[in-house]
């Protein structure tokens, strides 16, 4: 894969060693970026959340909750979702992404943001009964007519010995939640 992503389950057991591993991945250069998705965390947890990050690593960040705190924090992104009414804080100038579920949210939104994630594209480790719902033959498709390309993010299911299938399919980039928390996780730092 030309581009990962990676995205931070909502509950965490242990915050320190979350933000280690987070840091690990983009210091590595295995991940470009780090969606923060936090959807239970209020203003004041986000904030102590955050805090514990170098400024280099918080520009690498991508805020999917708490997104007024991107400005304060010089945190690189916000990610468009419900929880934030679909809207970045004003006069936020970094990067700007969003979830679509279809070829056609793909078509709208690609023009408005930095990159898309575009899912189901396999079953979901993380989310139980999470199941694909993508066409590959109409993903392969889109790909030939250039509505995927390193700026729309294969997400749901998606783990390093997919790469191959996702290749096949037209991806070059790919966003991981699961295989970097689970049990499987250590064969990603291999």
């Not at 990676?6 to 295995?30: C, F, H, Q, V």
């Not at 993380?126 to 995927?148: M, P």
Request: with cysteine; charged share 25%.
């Amino acid at each position: 894969m030309r581009r990962l992503i990676g995205i931070t389950l909502p509950e965490y057991d242990n915050a320190a060693a979350e933000r280690l591993r987070i840091t690990s991945l983009i210091e590595s250069g295995k991940i470009e970026y780090f969606h923060i998705r936090k959807p239970n965390f209020d203003l004041e947890t986000m904030c102590r959340y955050l805090g514990g990050f170098s400024r280099t690593i918080r520009e690498r960040l991508c805020l999917n909750d708490c997104c007024e705190l991107a400005e304060e924090f010089s945190i690189g992104g916000v990610h468009l979702n419900s929880r934030n009414n679909y809207s970045a804080p004003e006069g936020f100038c970094g990067r700007i992404s969003c979830s679509c579920h279809s070829i056609a949210e793909v078509q709208k939104y690609k023009s408005l943001c930095d990159y898309v994630f575009l899912s189901p594209v396999f079953d979901s480790i993380s989310k139980q009964g999470y199941k694909a719902a993508l066409n590959q033959e109409e993903l392969k498709k889109a790909a030939n007519e250039g509505i995927i390309d390193e700026n729309v993010f294969a997400l749901s299911g998606v783990e390093p010995s997919k790469f191959g299938k996702l290749k096949e399919m037209g991806f070059c980039s790919a966003a991981m939640t699961g295989c970097l928390w689970g049990e499987s996780k250590e064969q990603y730092y291999k």
